[in-house]
């Protein structure tokens, strides 16, 4: 038998590409966001939540989901954080630069809220309370990388 | 009427780090093996395998698939789980569901995790959405720490109570000769000096990355009584589940709606109404120092905002009127297909009296619960008799 030092480890690296389909309600919000850099959610009649992602179904009232409605591209943080964690970036493979922040961010108009990086790497000055505002890329490509970060708004 | 269910025993690997010296197949025998032992039980004496896992992590579909014949799954009715942290927890609920429903009398339970043949933060951003939040994910760190900060925004915790959190999981860990970060020395001081990974966790507030297995023993309640001098009788269990998105439950560390859900649920079950008395022992799935604190509210143990209040009175150490994660719990000891499961196995262990050097006196009820996902939770209660 092998001693624990002499155990050989192989490496291996695997690269698989996906492609998903975004389905009916993700491909409306993109196509939005894409042709006018503007932000929608879904609404359910029932609750009267605005949902971001927008989806068929409410799951707290198991409702369809009605109106479309526009959301602001301004909003405030609900958690904050400046990530100085070396990480690989999934979409890249590579590592990712360090610091940089990421916030929750609840638009103004929508009920939930959603997880982007804000352009501050000052923990001082990145903080829940805080108003943000996405930075709408001026070329789109139908994805959640159109908006490119967000940022603080005095 | 469901039958009674109990587990008459338990086997763990010593977890840590990198287990280069053995593969998946020879990691999961260890557990097995000793919990077999444990129960005095042998395999032709097993009706049915649970086994659960959380392949993106060793990289490959079906390791359970290629490890078989180390857990003894050879022709064996068996069944595969994957649902990510909780994984254990739900494998235990789904034999405990088997044996209550009266189909088979003795089963084993299997979670195993051997994370040093991955890398562990880029497995765990498949968790997210691909379209929605993968592109922001910042592995479990990033996103415990953001979770942490909406916490802290409610107040009454700050950076010494999450250091106190991490320091008593470390001691207990010391006194557990399964765990693996073992540091009986370590200070409030030197956590709250530790490398800042994403404010406000630093890396003293996170849980470890480990390779180990863990396998239990469960049986019906005519097999039990003559198997086991003091069995832990599964009294209750419970699953919930949250909103899809991440930012559904905005606030998700703070107010935790699947945990809060699955613990009341229980309660009512076994007819706890002041859990922080009458508990004796949890075993809760905290990945991160933050995270336990904000489950002490979430599970009923002290009002929203007392959470800090609760550590600082020593109310959760060894000693305590309810000691949380006597065994050092997650933030010493994570693989994570095990993790959860590894939680009942310790509530086991109390109730048993078995935990031998980190053993509370006399525990007759344990908690024991499990995380994962996005803020789903398992839970299960553990006592000593019957009813």
Redesign the interface.
């Known amino acids: 038998m092998?001693?624990?030092d002499d155990?050989i480890?192989v490496p291996?690296l695997?690269k698989m590409e996906?492609r998903?389909a975004?389905g009916a309600y993700?491909s409306r919000f993109f196509q939005e966001l894409k042709d006018h850099g503007r932000l929608i959610g879904i609404r359910c009649p029932e609750c009267q939540r605005v949902?971001?992602?927008p989806?068929p179904v409410c799951?707290?009232c198991f409702a369809e989901t009605g109106d479309w409605v526009p959301v602001s591209n301004e909003g405030v943080l609900?958690?904050?954080?400046?990530?100085?964690?070396p990480?690989?970036d999934?979409?890249t493979g590579e590592r990712?630069p360090v610091p940089y922040g990421?916030?929750?961010?609840?638009l103004d108009g929508a009920s939930?809220?959603?997880?982007?990086?804000v352009d501050e790497t000052d923990?001082a000055k990145l903080k829940?309370?805080r108003r943000v505002k996405a930075r709408i890329r001026a070329n789109r490509q139908g994805?959640?990388?159109d908006i490119e970060c967000f940022e603080l708004v005095d | 009427m469901p039958k009674k269910v109990a587990i008459i025993g338990t086997g763990q690997t010593k977890h840590t780090a990198r287990r280069?010296?053995v593969n998946i197949r020879e990691l999961v025998n260890e557990a097995v093996t000793r919990a077999l032992s444990d129960a005095d039980v042998r395999l032709e004496e097993i009706d049915a395998i649970m086994i659960g896992n959380m392949e993106p992590f060793e990289?490959f579909m079906f390791p359970e698939h290629w490890s078989v014949e180390g857990w003894g799954g050879y022709l064996k009715p068996s069944v595969k789980f994957n649902t990510g942290g909780t994984v254990g927890t739900t494998t235990i609920a789904a034999s405990y569901y088997y044996i209550a429903a009266g189909i088979y009398d003795t089963v084993l339970a299997i979670g195993f995790e051997k994370q040093s043949d991955g890398?562990t933060?880029?497995a765990i951003?498949?968790v997210?959405?691909?379209?929605?939040?993968?592109?922001?994910?910042?592995?479990a760190?990033?996103?415990f720490?953001?979770?942490?900060?909406?916490f802290?925004?409610e107040g009454g915790v700050t950076d010494e109570h999450a250091a106190k959190v991490a320091v008593k999981a470390r001691h207990n860990g010391a006194r557990n000769v399964n765990a693996h970060l073992q540091m009986p020395e370590l200070k409030v001081d030197d956590v709250m000096k530790s490398e800042?990974?994403?404010?406000?966790?630093r890396k003293l507030d996170m849980c470890p990355q480990s390779d180990g297995a863990v396998a239990v023993v469960l049986t019906a309640d005519h097999l039990a009584k003559k198997r086991c001098p003091r069995p832990a009788w599964i009294r209750a269990v419970t699953t919930a589940h949250e909103?899809?998105?991440?930012?559904?439950s905005?606030?998700r560390l703070a107010v935790m709606r699947s945990q809060m859900v699955a613990s009341r649920r229980l309660y009512k079950v076994v007819g706890i109404t002041n859990p922080r008395k009458e508990l004796d022992v949890a075993e809760i799935y905290e990945v991160a120092s933050w995270a336990e604190l904000a489950m002490y509210q979430n599970l009923g143990f002290c009002e929203p905002g007392e959470a800090g209040k609760l550590i600082d009175e020593g109310v959760t150490l060894m000693g305590g009127e309810l000691p949380v994660n006597p065994s050092g719990g997650v933030l010493c000891t994570n693989p994570i297909g095990a993790t959860a499961m590894i939680r009942v196995a310790e509530a086991a262990l109390q109730v048993m009296g078995k935990a031998g050097a980190h053993q509370v006196p006399n525990v007759k009820t344990a908690l024991a619960t499990g995380y994962g996902g996005n803020a789903w939770t398992d839970a299960m209660i553990l006592t000593a008799s019957t009813n």
Do not use: C
């Open positions: 092998a001693k624990p155990v480890r291996f695997m996906y998903y975004l993700a949902y971001i992602p989806r799951g707290i609900v958690g904050a954080t400046v990530v100085r964690l990480f690989i999934p979409m990712r990421m916030g929750i961010i609840r939930t809220a959603m997880y982007h990086f923990d829940v309370g994805n959640m990388r | 280069t010296d990289g890398h933060q880029t951003t498949t997210g959405d691909p379209v929605w939040e993968r592109t922001m994910m910042a592995g760190v990033g996103n720490a953001l979770m942490a900060s909406t802290i925004a800042l990974l994403s404010w406000p966790v909103q899809q998105y991440m930012g559904d905005p606030k």
